[in-house]
């Protein structure tokens, strides 16, 4: 779903709002009952106008399109693993066809979801699609000490990206693993500790050159000195490699492998309902009008005011300048 924004019909509101609510001045004598009108007025919602000038801003819409194309790919993943599951227990080339098309889904996640479904088949909001690896010669460099210059390079599109950093001694572990993290991420590597045990990630459509490109330098204590080192990185176990390795396997490990994927990508998309529903109703917040029916009360409610400001010149002048400003587009959106 693409929410788009009109900003000429919210700027000609805002024109319309601030003629027709501007306070008179003080030498001005008010009717009561035109205060009144003007105070019970649904129309133009002055006080949620000036809070909320744009009401569907550009990161709301990538957020609910990012909802939409995870929620679809999980859902036709659920689908075909269902159906896979189904006829598997017929056999046949029913069966078959059913594995190709679950394989397929599989292998061209990242495209099918335009990178809003990582490998562990979990959904993706913020940010991008990552993989998680094991660098054991960067974890043991982490844990040692003393004073050493290094450099990092690795390979991005067609870019070398480089990041040079100088430890010493005097470092406390916290302000050293700081400085090495800020180093990594400089070459697009991020740590992580889980559990007491250091691991790596990096983007997703990244992995490919990181792996075959990562090199190190150093002065001959966590790395060799005036020669590059080769960082070796192992990707961890994703629950999609687990699952195409499961469908080649038939037997008791697959009807497992499935079950769980399928418990996993339901509580998946429970998520991206509830998180659907918050949308909606922060949409609905934002409506400038609560019924259907509202804009044409707020219409007739405009013109009684207007009718009881008939003797008051300056009101009715910026009444007409506000309405001018109007777009027929704009009048026919608030109508519909």
């Given at each position: 779903m693409?929410?788009?924004?009109?900003?000429?019909?919210?700027?000609?509101?805002?024109?319309?709002?601030?003629?027709?609510?501007?306070?008179?001045?003080?030498?001005?004598?008010?009717?009561?009952?035109?205060?009144?009108?003007m105070?019970?007025?649904?129309?133009?919602?002055?006080?949620?106008?000036?809070?909320r000038?744009q009401?569907?801003?550009v990161?709301?819409?990538?957020?609910?399109?990012?909802?939409?194309?995870a929620?679809?790919?999980?859902?036709?993943?659920?689908q075909?693993?269902l159906?896979?599951?189904?006829?598997?227990?017929?056999?046949?080339?029913?069966?078959?066809t059913?594995?190709?098309a679950?394989?397929?889904l599989?292998?061209?996640?990242?495209?099918?979801?335009?990178?809003?479904?990582?490998?562990?088949?979990?959904?993706?909001?913020?940010?991008e699609?990552?993989?998680?690896?094991?660098?054991p010669?960067?974890?043991?460099?982490?844990?040692?000490?003393?004073e050493?210059?290094?450099?990092?390079?690795?390979?991005?599109d067609?870019?070398?990206?480089?990041?040079?950093?100088?430890?010493?001694?005097?470092?406390?572990?916290?302000?050293?693993?700081?400085?090495?993290?800020?180093a990594?991420?400089?070459?697009?590597?991020?740590?992580?500790?889980?559990?007491?045990?250091?691991?790596?990630?990096?983007?997703?459509?990244n992995?490919?050159?990181?792996?075959?490109?990562?090199?190190?330098?150093?002065?001959?204590?966590?790395?060799?000195?005036?020669?590059?080192?080769a960082?070796?990185t192992?990707?961890?176990?994703?629950?999609?490699?687990?699952?195409?390795?499961?469908?080649?396997?038939?037997?008791?490990?697959?009807?497992?492998t499935?079950?769980?994927?399928?418990?996993?990508i339901?509580?998946?998309?429970?998520?991206?309902a509830?998180?659907?529903?918050?949308?909606?109703?922060?949409?609905?917040?934002?409506a400038?009008?609560?019924?259907?029916?509202?804009?044409e009360?707020a219409?007739?409610?405009?013109?009684?005011m207007l009718?009881?400001?008939?003797?008051?010149y300056?009101?009715?002048?910026?009444?007409?300048n506000?309405?001018?400003?109007?777009?027929?587009?704009?009048?026919?959106?608030?109508?519909?």
């Amino acid at each position: 779903m693409q929410v788009s924004l009109n900003t000429s019909s919210l700027s000609s509101a805002d024109a319309l709002g601030s003629s027709v609510i501007k306070q008179q001045p003080a030498s001005q004598i008010v009717p009561t009952n035109m205060k009144t009108a003007m105070a019970n007025t649904d129309y133009p919602a002055s006080p949620l106008i000036s809070a909320r000038p744009q009401r569907y801003s550009v990161q709301l819409n990538d957020q609910l399109t990012c909802l939409q194309e995870a929620d679809s790919y999980l859902g036709k993943l659920e689908q075909q693993l269902l159906d896979y599951r189904h006829q598997s227990r017929r056999g046949g080339e029913a069966a078959k066809t059913q594995k190709q098309a679950l394989e397929s889904l599989l292998e061209k996640r990242s495209q099918l979801s335009a990178g809003t479904v990582d490998n562990q088949l979990r959904p993706v909001l913020q940010g991008e699609a990552r993989v998680n690896f094991l660098a054991p010669q960067i974890s043991h460099a982490m844990q040692q000490q003393g004073e050493e210059s290094l450099l990092f390079s690795a390979s991005k599109d067609k870019e070398q990206l480089l990041a040079a950093v100088h430890v010493d001694e005097e470092m406390d572990p916290r302000q050293y693993r700081a400085t090495m993290n800020n180093a990594l991420r400089r070459v697009g590597i991020q740590s992580h500790i889980d559990k007491g045990e250091a691991h790596f990630s990096t983007r997703e459509d990244n992995w490919a050159q990181l792996q075959e490109s990562l090199l190190a330098i150093g002065g001959g204590k966590r790395f060799a000195a005036g020669s590059t080192t080769a960082i070796t990185t192992t990707l961890l176990p994703t629950q999609t490699d687990n699952l195409l390795k499961a469908l080649k396997t038939p037997g008791a490990r697959l009807s497992s492998t499935l079950q769980q994927t399928l418990e996993s990508i339901g509580q998946s998309r429970e998520q991206l309902a509830t998180q659907q529903e918050k949308a909606r109703q922060m949409i609905d917040g934002m409506a400038r009008y609560s019924q259907s029916q509202n804009a044409e009360q707020a219409s007739q409610a405009l013109a009684k005011m207007l009718n009881r400001a008939s003797h008051n010149y300056q009101t009715l002048a910026e009444a007409m300048n506000g309405q001018a400003s109007l777009s027929s587009l704009t009048v026919r959106n608030l109508l519909s």
